[in-house]
Every structure is written in structure tokens, then in C-alpha cells.
């Protein structure tokens, strides 16, 4: 910089054009995905304002009188704000923990499988839940569930002279039954961005470990684990973005929108449905939307200003 | 008045018959377009005036091979009686964010049908909708005959909002028993069961039935449908939400805490001692398959549901089981039933055109019956059109290889004008005409709560509601406890603050209603 | 490579843990297929079991009733989703290559507009708005294709993060001393190294094509246009609809296999994703090693 400074202004211009020249067709590259997230959400986002505004179709959102603050209100003004609050960022913890640990589990195991037939049976099958709508995975979790049929209280307890749980009443279950659920549902996302990462890794530093007599779990530690950390690090600051969002058909169709359940399965965008569902009001919705992006942005910036301080190159940005 | 409708009635049947079938539309349009500005217009020469394009929102329950068809002999019937050029946009049965979507856009939209779901506050606050009002008193003729004096009734404050749908006027709850089941156990109701006074009185029945068919589920449905879940009926007027009731809405305009009140202290309490006796399904506090689904499937006894006359003979169709009907509240008139309806979008680039059609359609059979059975001839006939108004599949022709039938009346303008399915009774839209012309009125039948000031409000109330009404509806939870909890969570969220609004502005109307 | 004990045994706890893995994935799977041909009041009265007593294919009758509307969906769907994930893989591996290099000026503004997207969106309405008043891509093709889904923020960070990690940066170095421009570095080392993720974020962007009825329902009025997800959507809510008590339509009643539909429907939307998985596997192969590229 302080070179460039000194330099007489035709050299700079030069230097410019060079530049120009040799990143032109990076830029080029960018130039479709870029146009991309403008149309589809750059345009879009000004219409956040309606947040803030009491919205009125004959105006439009731009000409809708301010409100202020108004449309969060409904946020705070409850009693429960606090379960809400603390069950999203709970809950989502937990997945984020249990998702990695497990993904990265799984995805050590299918590649130390030689058998590539069954390698793909694994693979295929750990994604498998993924397919399903949470709307069927709720109907499959009550077949299980089910107090006067299901399989647990019929084909489990009832055999082993235990009593029935009536399951979608009692709160003490639902936590865990929630991580299983969702652990269920998506662990094989995370674990085949970790198969992909594991088979960035260069073959060399494996057959240098063996070389040097490293069993098994050394390598994990001091190659498999230590290589995967940029995809890990990536993966887990995006999951920190979405902290304060809630999967709605996890906490509302799973527990089968049970009351009596409330305390353990209110997230914010439960809240929110249950709130709104008959008032239908624009502005609140996307003050919700709003508030929720907020949290999660604040977080990914702070978690991303400390990874920034320790490796560069691992920061999202 | 009633003869010229009648001319007019004639002319659109004679016009449209001569139109079925026939695909020139040169020939017969000047002439049904002159039948429908004469008759619906009521202004004398616009029949010369251009047809106007008026795009048509309906829901339609399927994918029928027979769609476009159907479509183009409700255009072809429109541009004929009414010189309007029909746009049909069909939505399918949860449609609220589409119509929505519509209606923010500047999309082309004139007529549309409100559903149950729709938010008709946030729509008429949202400037979403036409007001009604003036355009009825130029140009309601049919719909006039239709409500009479009810026609603007669907309204907030000044501002009307929709054109109801024509159906019963309340939505009262009742106990659907199992005939069979009745006589097996040996307990006698009655043939009406008006041997039945309160809802209590179930108590013994239910014992019977439980000591006499053990393995069999005694009480079950939907989870919302039980007589403590339900936000419909119960001899209430819930003056458009349910936190502020009228809970004696005949002679008594005060607003009170329907969750504080006696009858509703006594159904959850009756719902707890049967939950605990073993009579109520163990899941119904989650279960979304209706008691009609579980009744046909053979083990259910009985479930709630919403009653009105002939339901025995409905429940009977849809269950495969002879049935009784236990009526536990009276029906009055009141705002539940009008909150869905037929309105005109702000979008409507002609709203007083889009009123005459409106107003054509509450007198047309023809495109009652379009929009639900088809086309007369191919999808329906009429048995014996100079008896009654039955209809039946023609031969031939089933269920399997129809190409249109909905059967979806609730959602269609003036079903009373439309076929009656083969089965039904035939006089059956006479008698829900006298139901409606006789049931009792709530004083407050006409008046909506404004809440747009307090959604803040209202949306917390909701979610307490949604935590406590259905675990306790259900039997699952202890009211002991729970219901004071319930009330509480009710005040904080701040019930009285609704309560009190609703009043001075309930006050308010009734003050300008008679003054 | 010469393999330990140590090696086999762990190979063979791998083994038993993802057999585990896979019957707790496949068992609620083959529930739901049984379901599926269970008897409605078999389901209704007595719930789901592995081993019904009483089998039906009455959901499937009703579903395939009009068969021809069903394949139709089925078609426009797979269309959609080959194009789709085309685009989206190609535009998002573009994007964040270009993200992924050394010394890109604007880098780190460029991933923080990619990052941004990912928090902050206008909503529905806003989103809407901008399609059909401005893009008119209402009832059309493009109504399925390009709102939402056709570049996602998070893949296109995965795959930045990959690209410049797993790649090592002696491999750049070495073409551009060869002389090959960014395009050639993008076409020849970039998309065959990068194919591990590559694959798997067109399996991400190909199941979110494939899962998504949402873009149907707001931007596709038309049913003949609808994709499967959408047609299956609509006709579960009319059955329940239709199913739910008190009508008052005066019509007959029409005995719908409510419950055991739901499941047929879920079924139903993913059978061609079995049939077509096997031949999508060879792509899964265990990525490249990249010591033999390098060499």
C-alpha cells in the first residue's frame, strides 16, 4: 500500500488496468450468481420495511404509515417469551452438538468400509430420512408414539408388564424425543458434507502415518479430524445463523401440536404460527423474520470475528 | 317485484339452455346479454356495452379431466346472461396465502370467495376488499330475495364486507351416537334422543355402552371438535374471536370471559370425569382424524360435531351407521357463519360490474349447479326435475368416471338453488330455510369486533389459547388446576383490555342501530 | 497398503454401527410402505403395525385414479429438477471458485453479499411481488424453476470453504505458470477436484427441486402445470378437506382413505428417487485421490 502511494499516477492507473485484466474473468464467473441472489433476494428485502409499517394494500408497503416498533410487540408482550427464547437456542445447540459428533462419526465409519457395495448402501441410507416430509415423519413418530395403538406402548411396555405412557402429554420425554427426531431426520445431511471433506484428503498423509506405525484412531485424531476443520468450522458457523430459527414442522406437527407440551416444544416459530394464525397481519410476520435474522446475524459475526482471529482463511467472510 | 325475478329466471334458463352445447357464440349472445343487464343491471340500455373481462376466483377439490369444460360452459353462461367475460382462476381448498398473494399484487381480481380461514378483520383493515354497502343497494336484486333484510350482514362497522354463502346460520354442536350400539347396550334415548336433557345426562349412557363393549373407543373425534374445544355455536356469540362473549346473546349484551364461565367450567370438568372413567379417546387432545373417519372404521361409539337438520341422515351416509343426534345447544344467529363469504377485491377494475354478477349468480341455478356438479346432462341429471330438485349421476356414469363433481355446496354462492344429491332429502333446502327464518338472533348479529388496534394483544391471547384449550377440552389435564392457570395467562396476556374494547364498541353499535 | 488388525477391527465396528444406523433409518421407512397398503379401518381402529391384518390398495386406486395427471407431474418435476440443479451447481461453483481465490479484490465484500441472503429475506410477499409484477413468471416455467431455489448461500459457502481447502494451492500455481486462464483453471482442475462436493451439493439442490410443492402453489395457478410435490399437497388437503365432519353439501358421501393416503402420498413422492438413486451412485464414488493428480 504504502509503495503503491508513491508511485506516479500513470503507474497507478497501469496497475489498475492489470488488475482489471487478470480478475475480469473471476468477476465474469460471479456475474450470473450475483445477479442471482439480487433478483431473487436483494429486490425482496426492501420490502422489510413492513416491519415497521401498518401495512395497507390500496398503498403498498412503501407508502404504509410508520409504526415504529409496534409490530414486535407481540414478541415480548408474552409471558412466555422467555420458554420460546431459551427452547430455540437450546434445542438448536443440541442439534448443532449432536448433528457434528455424529456426522462426523458416521462419515469416519462408511469410509473406513472397503466394501463398496455396502459403502453406498450406507451412504444412500443415512440420507434416506431426508426424503421424507416432516409432515409423514410426525404420522410415523405417532405410530410409535400412539397411546391406545402404538407400537412402543403396545409392542414394548404393555409385553414387559410396564405401564403405558400417555407420550404426547408428558413434557419430560420431549427434549429427547426431539434430538432422536430430528438427529433422525438430518444427521445425513451433515454426514455427507463430511464424507465429501474426508475425500478431500490427500492419501499421502495417511500412508505417511502408517509408515510411521499410527493405528487407527491416531490418524483420526491427527489427520482426519484436524483436515476436516475447515468444513466443520464452515458448517457450524452457518448452523449459528439459523440458531433462532426453529424447524416449524419439528416442534409443531412432531408433538402433534399437543398444549400440554408447550413448555418443552414453544419455539419462536411456533409462537409465531400460533400468534398470527388468526390475524394474518403482514408487518408482524416480518417483524418475527426480521428479529429472528437479526439474532442469528449478530451471532454469525461475532463467531466469525473470533474464527477470523485465529485462521484467516476458515472465516466465512 | 318476485314476478319479474321470475321472468328473469326464465329468460337465463330458456337463454342458457338454447346456449348449452352450442360453441358460436355470435349468435345467442346479444340476446342473453340483453336478458342479464335487463335483469341483473337493472339500467336500460346497456346492452350495447362491451362485455367486461371479470376474473372469477373458485376453489375447486380436485384435478378434474373435465375442468375446461366445465369452465367454458360457465363463461359461455355468464357471457350470455350478463354480457361478462369470465377469467377462472381456480384455487384449491387451503387457498388463504394465494388469495392473499392475489389481493397484495396488483393482479386482476374481481370476485372471490373468503374462506373460514381468511382474516376478514386484517383484510378490511388491509384495505384488501371492496365495501359491499353501496354497490348492494344499487344493484341487489337476487341477493336481496336471498337475505332480505340480512343481506349487508356480514359487515365491519359500515363497511360490508362479503355476501354470505347460503347455509345454515349457525353452526350448532351436537353428540352423534351410534344407533346400533345404543340398542346393544340397551339404553333407550329416545328416536330423537330427547330423552337426553343436559350433557350430563351422557354420563350413564356412556357407562353402559363402556360395561357393555369394553374394547370400544366411547367418545373420539378431532381434537378441536369436542363440546369444550369447539369455537363455534355453543349458544354463545363469540362477536368474531373468541376472548369477549356475549354468553347469554339473546337478551344480554354484556361481554364476558367465556373461560370463567360456568357452562364452560362444567364441560371441561363433565370431559375430565369421562377422560378419567376411560370413556374419551386416549389421543384426542392430538387427534386429527375426525370421529366420522374413526366411526366408519367401526370403534367409535359417538363423537361431537356441528349439527343442523337432517344430520342424522348426513352422519349416516358419511358413517355406514344408523345414527342419533343429541342436540346440546340451541342454534342462534350470530357472526360465526358469515365470516366467510363472496367478496369483491380491491383489485376489481369495475366493482359495480362485478356486483351484478355477483348478484346474477345468487339467482342462477344454472351456475350453482356448474360450479359444483358440472354440467346437467354429463356429469348430473335431474331425476324428476317437475317433483323435486334431486339429482343423481347419469347412467352409466360413477364416481370413478365423472369428470367433474365437487360436492363441496358450503363453498358455492346459493346452494339452495342448486341439485339436491340422490339420497338426501328432497326437502331439504325448505326446511333449512325454515330452520334459518325461525332460530333465535343474537343481539348482537351484524356487529364484528374491530381489533386491529390490539393484535398485539390478540396474537399473545392466541397463543394461551392454543397452550390450554385443547388439553383441556379433551379431558387430558386436571381444570382444577389448569383452568385457573388458563384464566390467568389469559389476563396477563390482556384479556380485559379486549374485553373492554369489545363492549364500548359493541355498546356503540347497538346505540346507532337504534338511534 | 498393507492392513492391520487394528485396521480390520475397526472396519468391523464401522460395519456394525451403520447397520445399526441403517435399520433405524429403514425401519419407520418400510412402516410407512406398509401403511401405505394397510386397510383404512384396520389403521383407524387399531393403528399402524408392521404386520397388518388387513391389506388394501384403495389409497393407491384413488391416487392413480387419473393416473394421467399424476405421470404429467411426475415429468414436469423431473424436468424441473435436471435443469435446476444444472443451473444451480454450475452458477454456485462459479461463484464460489471465484470467492475461493487468493487476492480477489472485493472477496470479502462479495462473500458477505453471498452470506447476507442467507439471514435476510423479504418474505413471501416482497419475494412475490418482485416474480410476478416485475418477472412475470406467473404460470410458467420458470415459476418453478427460479424463485428460491436456484442458488442457495449456504452450497455456495460449502463449496468456497472446499475449493480452498482441498485444493492445494501449488495446483493453481503450477497452471497459471502453464498459462491456463481462470476459465480453464474453473473448467479442467476446479470441477474434478472439487467433484466430492460438487456431487454432494447436487444431491442437496437436486432433493430440494424434487421436495419443493411451495413455488407451485404461489407462482402456478394452473393444475395441469403443477409438479408432483404440489399435486400431492393439493390432494391431501382436499381429502382432508373433504374428510373433515359436517358439510352440509348436500351431496353423497364419498368414502376417502384418509389415513392410509397420507401415507401412499409420501410414498407415491418418493419412488422415482429410488428407481433412479442406484444409477446415481457411480457418482458417489469415493472421490479422487488427489495424490495422484498431483503426481
Known sequence: MKQSSTLPPERKA??????????????????????????????????????????????????????????????????????????????????????????IAFAIFICEVSNKWLKKIYQSAILFPFLISIIIVSYIVFAFLSVDNGLINKSLLEPLGMDSVAWYTEQKYWPAILIIVNTWKTVGYSCILYIAGIAGIDRALYEAAEIDGAGKLRQICSITIPCLMPTIITIVLLNIGHVFYANFGLFYQVPMNSGALFDVTNVIDTYVYRALLKIGNIGMASAAGFYQSLVGFILVLVSNGIVRRFSRENALF | MKKRILAFLLTAVMAASAFAGCSSKGESAPEGGQAGSSGAAGAGGEAAEEPYDLTFMYIVGGDYPDQAEVEQAMKDLALAEVNVNLNIVTVPSSYENQLMLMLSSNEALDVCPLGVQSNVVSYVANGYLEDLGPLLDKYAKNIKEVYGDEMKIASMGDFVYAIPMNKERDYAGGIIMRKDILDGAGVDVGENAEKLKTLSDLTPVFAAVHEKYPD?????????????????GRSIDNLGSEFGVLLDPVNDSTVSNWYESDKYRERVELMREWYLAGYVQKDLATSTDSGTTQMRAGNLFCDFDLVKPYRDVEAEQATGFECVVFNIDEPIKNMGTVLDGWSIAHNSKDPERAMQFLDWVYGSAEFNNLMNWGIEGKHFVYTNKAENNLIAFPEGINMDTVGYHQNRGWEIPNQFLAGIWEGNPADLWDVMTEYNSTMKKSLAYGFLFNGVEFETELATLNSVREKYVYALGSGSVDPATELPKFNEELYAAGLEKIMQAKQEQLDAWLAKKQG | MIRTRGDKTFEAVSHIVMILVTLCVILPFILLVVSSFTDESELVAHGYSFFPKKLSLESYRYL???????????????????????????????????????????????????????????????????????????????????????????????MRSYFSTSIPDAIYEAAEIDGAGIFTIYSRIVLPLGKPIIVTISLFAGLDYWNDWLNGLYFISDQKKYGIQTMLFRILEDIRVLASASLGSAGMNIKIPSVSIRMAIAFVAIIPIIIIYPFLQKYFQDGIALGAVKG
Request: glycine fraction near 8%.
Open chain 1, 14 to 103: 497501469q496497475r489498475r488496468r492489470n488488475k482489471l485484466k487478470k480478475w475480469a474473468p473471476a468477476y465474469l464467473l460471479m456475474l450470473p450468481g450475483v445477479v442471482y441472489f439480487f433478483i431473487n433476494n436483494y429486490i425482496p428485502i426492501t420490502g422489510l420495511v413492513v416491519a415497521f409499517k401498518k401495512y395497507r394494500v390500496d398503498t403498498g408497503i412503501y407508502l404504509s404509515p410508520w409504526v415504529g416498533l409496534k409490530n414486535f410487540e407481540f414478541l415480548f408482550a408474552t409471558n412466555d417469551a422467555f420458554v420460546i427464547t431459551r427452547n430455540t437456542l437450546l434445542y438448536n445447540l443440541a442439534f448443532i452438538l449432536v448433528n457434528m459428533v455424529l456426522g
Open chain 2, 216 to 232: 370400544m373407543t366411547v367418545f373420539g373425534g378431532d381434537y378441536a371438535y369436542t363440546p369444550a374445544s369447539i369455537h363455534y
Open chain 3, 64 to 158: 392413480f385414479k387419473k393416473g394421467g395427471s399424476i405421470m404429467r407431474a411426475y415429468g414436469t418435476t423431473i424436468l424441473v429438477t435436471l435443469v435446476g440443479t444444472a443451473l444451480h451447481v454450475t452458477m454456485g461453483s462459479m461463484l464460489a471458485f471465484a470467492l475461493s481465490m487468493k487476492g480477489l479484490p472485493g472477496k470479502r465484500f462479495w462473500s458477505f453479499y453471498v452470506f447476507f441472503t442467507m439471514l435476510f429475506n423479504g418474505g413471501l410477499v416482497p419475494t412475490y411481488l418482485t416474480y410476478t409484477n416485475m418477472l412475470h413468471v406467473k404460470n410458467t416455467f420458470f415459476g418453478l424453476l427460479v424463485p428460491n431455489l436456484m442458488l442457495c448461500a449456504i452450497h455456495v459457502l460449502l
